[in-house]
């Protein structure tokens, strides 16, 4: 049973594209997060959201938007692709903003060519 | 400014060894800091934390101590194992704010 599940595993596209990647998790939940991991592996948080409310939004571009339907769903879309977007995006929950331990997704790694 | 770094990137070790893993921070108002595994292909693994009110906590096999004088964090594994290669990172929290990652120290396990 895979507590925080991501699609795509793997995102390959061409730069100027607009694409989304899925975040479930089944813990139960209340709070989801989006990590970005560059090539150095540095992880640094973009975006938490708690109960579908957007809680914190780290200087991250306009054309990164997340969408959180429900408490167990966060999505990331990304508008006009550029070639420094090319990492891996990690989703991560917690069971709320002050909840220490976060449970982190298997990634996406996002190539744009 | 914040900064939770690494003192080396790269640690490597033979099978039945301990590893110690090192890691400093700034900010003394740091309350919370964790350390996380994180193996090829995956995410980041919870392995252990510990909180400023301590200085000391031990799991299985680990092991990370917090000395707050010198804002120096560590982890040690006991009788590395080679499934222990992987990534480790430590991070640091604040009350209710973000959790900032170091940048990582590669662990490699050899027989």
């Known amino acids: 049973d895979t507590a925080v599940s991501q699609t795509p595993k793997y995102l390959v596209t061409q730069m100027g594209n607009d694409k989304s990647i899925k975040c479930e998790q089944n813990?139960?939940?209340?709070?989801m997060y989006w990590y970005k991991q560059d090539s150095k592996k540095f992880l640094k948080i973009m975006f938490s959201?708690?109960?579908?409310?957007?809680?914190i939004n780290e200087t991250v571009p306009n054309r990164f938007s997340p969408k959180s339907p429900d408490k167990a769903h966060l999505n990331l879309h990304i508008n006009s692709l550029e070639l420094g977007d090319s990492a891996v995006y990690f989703c991560?929950?917690?069971?709320?903003?002050?909840?220490?331990?976060?449970?982190f997704g298997p990634g996406t790694r996002l190539t744009v060519l | 400014g914040e900064s939770v770094g690494l003192h080396l990137p790269t640690l490597s070790v033979q099978e039945g060894d301990n590893s110690i893993i090192n890691c400093a921070y700034s900010?003394?108002?740091?309350?919370?800091f964790i350390w996380y595994k994180q193996e090829s292909g995956k995410g980041p693994q919870f392995i252990i934390d510990?909180?400023?009110?301590?200085d000391k906590r031990q799991g299985q096999r680990v092991t990370v101590l917090l000395n707050k004088t010198v804002k120096h964090l560590s982890l040690q594994i006991a009788a590395t194992q080679p499934g222990d290669s992987a990534v480790y990172f430590c991070?640091?929290?604040?009350?209710?704010?973000?959790?900032?990652f170091g940048t990582g120290t590669r662990l490699l396990v050899s027989p």
């Open positions: 991560a929950s917690s069971q709320d903003p002050g909840e220490d331990t976060q449970y």
């Open positions: 813990l139960g939940h209340d709070t």
């Open positions: 959201y708690n109960n579908k409310e957007l809680i």
């Open positions: 900010n003394s108002a740091s309350d919370y």
């Open positions: 510990i909180r400023s009110n301590m």
């Open positions: 991070a640091e929290k604040r009350g209710f704010q973000k959790l900032v």
